[in-house]
């Protein structure tokens, strides 16, 4: 099977969208869909933030979307420049387990570094094994010293510090 990283266009937004709800419900994750959706466009329409991608394939019927990757571009002194972060990666149930991932990691990695990336991390759920075993056995080393914090800021702040 041909898999394809194919970025999203004005008409597939919606497909994207739908995808990413899919990923939220399954990780239990609550969804803030209208934040999502401004999340998504900024991201689309600013590729220096970022990049998303369907992963399409071909089949005998035609092209099929199996899921996506969404990843963004950060700065790291730690690693020398500019680094990428896969933000969400997701496969639709029926496609798991079939070696698409073993698949479009390198092909994820050849376009983050097209695009200047000097490392690349991800977040995975500590209660699921075995991505972190995929993940792994793909030579991504977890940072146990490490622990991730984050604080967000309610929409009325960031509507504030946008108007400024």
Known sequence: MTISLVAPSSDSFHLLLEL????FQY????LQAEQTQQAVFQLINNPELGQAWFLEAQTEQGPVILGHVIISFSFS???GGRIAMIDQIYLKPEWRNQGIGTQILPMVEACILKAGARALSLEVNIGNKSARRFYERHQFVPHRQFCVMVKTFPAEVQSLNIAS
């Open 20 to 23: 990413i709800s899919e990923l």
């Open 27 to 30: 990780e239990a994750l609550p």
């Open 77 to 79: 002194l730690e690693y």
